[in-house]
């Protein structure tokens, strides 16, 4: 069975954002039995783990003999077997790769910009001076996700891992009214987010995270 690293617990602002629910979401969307192993710090740090995840990050996957890391790859590794995800036809298959590489590296690295910014530095001068241009930049990416979707329901033909990937990367912007204000950007991961596979994914990791606080507060209480 595969097995997936998760954190057993984060703070409020980062629930239902970490990088573990974009394969969660895949593997339900493909219909694929999983296990999950929920890691501490001490975990992150361990030799062990290092070796499986370089960087300490989540998520990693282990898939019998394969063992992979980075959410992009993972979701590529089980879109491989999943026709919901990447189409079978090469053509469409292509695209849905493209998108999901743009969702990483066109759209994601300003949105994440500005979430450090918002997150983390909210209180220096430098993120004050920087924001309105990370700002300005996101909108213009955004501006053009909205136009090339116009009144597509997604970005290509029907819903794949690029969609997945895109609207993942949109939900790291729901401490601000951007994509709120751009209603067709809205909509669409809108109806991405109502997808049962995604409502399941995001139930999960959220369930672990409240399990975790559980046990802390009885311990605490003991």
Known sequence: MITLTALAWVPPFAQGLVRDLRVRWALEEAGVPYGVRLLDAADQSSAEYRRLQPFGQVPALCDGDIELFESGAIVLHIGARSEVLLPTDPDQRTRAVTWLLAALNTVE?????LAAIDLFHATKEWSRQRRPEV?????????????????????????????????????????TDIVARMPTLAAYQARCEARPAFQKALADQMAAFAATEAEREQRGAA
Do not use: C
């Not at 690295?109 to 910009?113: A, E, G, I, K, Y």
């Open 109 to 113: 690295v300003p949105v994440q910009q």
């Open 135 to 175: 700002e300005a930049s996101v909108r213009n990416r955004l501006a053009d996700l909205e136009a090339w979707l116009g009144d597509r329901d997604y970005l290509e033909q029907r819903f794949t891992a690029g969609d997945l990937m895109m609207t993942s990367v949109l939900r790291i912007l729901r401490h």
